[in-house]
């Protein structure tokens, strides 16, 4: 199955600078790479993601990239707020037969010192 | 926010008695799972269906069973609950293969 590697596991920045994760994988196939936010006591929510046909996605402060040759995606946060503190989690899924399972990585917990 | 309720939201329990979480959606979406979260580990994957009584293994699903017989709704059953279990469980739904995965708010489920 996926195997999804996710680093770093924390990461501290001040307000206003930018902050990277980076995720590889090892499923060729997988084709969709979603980003979840998680904050304290909740659910995991989308926040943005990416399909294998396009190397770039923006949304505002959030972006993320995607080499599907080297098989590693990141997440990178501009112009970084307190709300933006919280974990992030990476994942991978690939289409075809099944119930098309996402592979989650073991997450980066973010935060942002004002 | 999607549809998607999970109950109970805590619970305590005994090693050795059997639990069951209930997941319940008004979406109507085909994909259901169930993940567990621990520290070091993020989100693996407990089991998961495609459609009404179509469930199948996810990576770690010893110990846990699935039913789902209706579309609205998909339970996770601890047969015999281990202190290995205690975790906190979430339920998610997508629509369509490749399509955002909704996540409820998640059950704590402590195994003393």
């Known amino acids: 199955g996926e195997n999804v590697e996710q680093h770093p596991s924390t990461l501290s920045v001040q307000e206003g600078d930018s902050a990277v994760i980076k995720c590889t994988y090892s499923d060729s196939a997988s084709n969709y790479f979603p980003w979840y936010k998680q904050e304290l006591g909740k659910g995991p929510q989308l926040i943005i993601d990416i399909r294998s046909n396009v190397g770039e996605k923006k949304d505002q402060r959030i972006a993320v990239t995607l080499n599907k040759t080297a098989k590693h995606f990141s997440l990178h946060i501009t112009e970084t707020q307190p709300e933006d503190s919280a974990v992030y989690f990476c994942?991978?899924?690939?289409?075809?037969?099944?119930?098309?399972?996402?592979?989650f990585g073991t997450g980066t917990r973010l935060t942002v010192i004002p | 926010d999607a549809g998607i309720t999970q109950s109970p939201r805590h619970k305590v329990t005994e090693t050795g008695t059997p639990v069951t979480l209930r997941c319940h959606q008004t979406?109507?979406?085909?994909?259901m799972y169930w993940y567990r979260q621990d520290p070091g580990h993020g989100l693996r994957l407990i089991h998961y269906?495609?459609?009404?009584?179509?469930?199948d293994k996810g990576e770690v699903s010893d110990g846990y069973s699935v039913s789902r017989s209706k579309t609205e709704d998909f339970l996770l059953t601890l047969e015999s609950a281990t202190s290995s279990q205690t975790s906190v469980y979430f339920c998610?739904?997508?629509?369509?293969?490749?399509?955002?995965?909704?996540f409820g708010q998640g059950t704590r489920l402590t195994v003393v």
């Open positions: 979406e109507n979406h085909r994909y």
């Open positions: 994942a991978a899924s690939t289409t075809g037969t099944g119930a098309n399972n996402l592979f």
């Open positions: 998610a739904i997508r629509q369509g293969q490749n399509t955002e995965a909704f």
């Open positions: 269906s495609y459609g009404v009584k179509d469930t």
